[in-house]
Each structure stands twice: as structure tokens, then as C-alpha cells.
């Protein structure tokens, strides 16, 4: 199996690929800058996403492609930029030929028990919104998706640096609403959020719909 990570330098895309990469899984890792692989069933390609005909190239082959993208965090207009890239990567996908599409979008959008979104009952001024605001808007464009085999997948609430958890390999699957652990939490380790992809690439189980995980 080949998989093409986009943004696999951040956050997220960098667990991605280390897991997959533990599973012996062949891994393209795409992302603004280039880096030196450190095993030979990886390599990076620097590609600007924005860029659809190199991209769409770049992706042909692959038998699933994972988008983790993210503007620059010191970009001035976060939320076009990003919703920019992500009608690039759709586009490039479908041009490429791979059907299965995975996207790691934002837990904003996942809704509270009388059917809100998260993100409109947290305050507005909080550092995150902006980008949660643009993975919400692109999560209403992806569901009108019809040819790619496509799969929007909303982190836990508390998916951040700051949970030092680590790899349990242990998760429960959701679709819309957040999944919370006996303490009240809704939360995830990135490297579990690697686990549930990874998980998902070798056992599909969702299919033009939003899944989500939690403890």
C-alpha cells in the first residue's frame, strides 16, 4: 500500500506518517519544505498544495491520500488561505485519480446535544477559532463531494501538544458528537489520532461521512 500525507510535517501529518511508517506501510510526505527521509519506505516532496496540476501528479500511484494541511499559523488571513488549499487538494486528488480521500478536519463542527456546532457555543475571541471556523466551512463542502470515496475525521476537543498521553493504540469511534471519556473529556493524543487513520486505512469503515474518536 501507498499513502500520500500532505502537511506531513506538522502536527498531525508528522504522527500520521510515523505511524504509518511502523506498520511498513509506504508513505509520500508532502509539505511546504522538503525533508530527508529516515526510512527507505519514506520519502518527502516539497509542493505548494495551491499548485494543483504538480500535486495531482505527485499523488498518482497512491492508493490513499490523508490531507493534514494547515496554513502557516502566522498567516493573516488564516481561514481563506485554508479554505484555498483545501479546494486545491480536492481538486488535485480528483485529478490524480486515487479515490480514497481521508481529511483531517477540526472537532468544531461536531455538535452538542441539542444539535449546535462546539464552535459556536465557545468564545469567539479564542486563539484556535479562526482555523476552526475555516475546517467547519470546508466540512460542508466536502459532504457535497460524489466521486471521491472521501472521509472527514474531527478530532477529539482536546487534540493538542499540551495532551502528553502518547500511543495507547485504545479509542472509541464516533460519527457527530464528541465521544467523552468517564472524567468528562473529550480527548485524544495526537499519536492516537494516528492510530484511528492509520486503523481506518487498513479497515475502511467510513465513507463520504465525518467520524470523529475520543478515550
Known sequence: MKVAVIGATGFVGSSIVNELV?????????????????????????????????????????????????????????QEDFMKGAHAIQEAVRRSGVQRFIIIGGGGSLLTEDGKQVLDTLPQDLPFIPKSKATSAYFEVIKKEKELDWAYFSPALQMNPNVTIGRTGKYRLGTDYPIVDEKGRNILSVEDVAVVIADEIENPKHHRVRFTAGY
Open 22 to 78: 511502523d506498520r511498513n506501510i509506504t508513505v509520500t510526505g508532502i509539505a511546504r519544505k522538503g525533508k530527508t527521509p529516515h526510512q527507505s519506505i519514506l520519502s518527502y516532496s516539497a509542493v505548494d498544495v495551491n499548485n494543483v496540476e504538480e500535486l495531482a501528479n505527485l499523488l498518482k500511484g497512491h492508493d490513499v491520500v490523508i490531507s493534514a494541511f494547515s496554513p502557516a499559523a502566522a498567516s493573516a488571513n488564516l
